[in-house]
């Protein structure tokens, strides 16, 4: 599950200093699918403030299933974002090449 979810909140962004108690309703609901906030390989702002009074932020979260390694980490990657205010957020999804045996 990903998505911007416009919680601000020291969990994902080192750089704010609260917690809000949106964020543990937000954890609550993922509990429910057995879904995790995934680890972000480096500390980027997911949104980039288009003015001097605000700051950037981390809006965009990705959650996966804890138990896959494979899929528990995202990159953010700001110099893609061209002229929006969000940075891209990709995942990679290692796909297995499988034989799989089918009659008709």
Not at 50 to 79: E, G, M, W
């Amino acid at each position: 599950m990903t998505g911007d979810f416009n919680i601000r909140d020291s969990l994902w962004d080192l750089n704010f200093p609260f917690h809000f108690v949106h964020s543990d309703m937000l954890f609550d609901i993922t509990d429910l699918f057995s879904i995790a906030l995934s680890k972000l390989t480096e500390n980027f702002p997911t949104r980039f403030s288009d003015n001097n009074q605000n700051s950037n932020s981390v809006l965009d979260l990705v959650f996966t299933r804890p138990s896959s390694a494979k899929f528990n980490c995202h990159y953010i990657h700001s110099d893609w974002r061209l002229t929006s205010d969000y940075a891209p957020i990709p995942v990679n999804i290692p796909i297995r090449d499988e034989y799989i045996p089918t009659k008709q």
